[in-house]
């Protein structure tokens, strides 16, 4: 990675888009300081790792498939515990109450 690249983290369940993503943002030269499918994991990378920018999935399911966290919450927590990181939500949905309701609990953004 070259210096002052852009530093992201990436909050994704689906280990295959989650790689994916990796490998598109290394091979644009951006460094990706943080990855995970969990939230609490996530915080903490970023706690050893500052981001400036996390892409944050809307919809993230627990492993055992039983639970899903909304990926507005975690928008939320990384407003308030690292407010220097710009959050982007991705998300398949286009439903404008959703769009708006990210960008009220933080998002910078909405892919």
Known sequence: ????????????????????????????????????????????????????????????????GQQVFDGRRAVELLHDFHPQVRSLVLSASRDPAQVEQCLRAGAAGYL
């Not at 290394?26 to 706690?47: I, K, M, P, T, Y």
């Open 1 to 64: 990675m070259e210096a002052g690249a852009l530093r992201v983290g990436i909050l994704e369940d689906q280990q295959i888009v989650l790689d994916s993503l990796v490998v598109l943002f290394e091979s644009s030269g951006v460094q990706v300081v943080a990855r995970s499918g969990r939230v609490d994991d996530f915080l903490a990378s970023l706690r050893q790792q500052p981001a400036e920018v996390a892409i944050v999935d809307l919809r993230l399911e627990h492993p055992d």
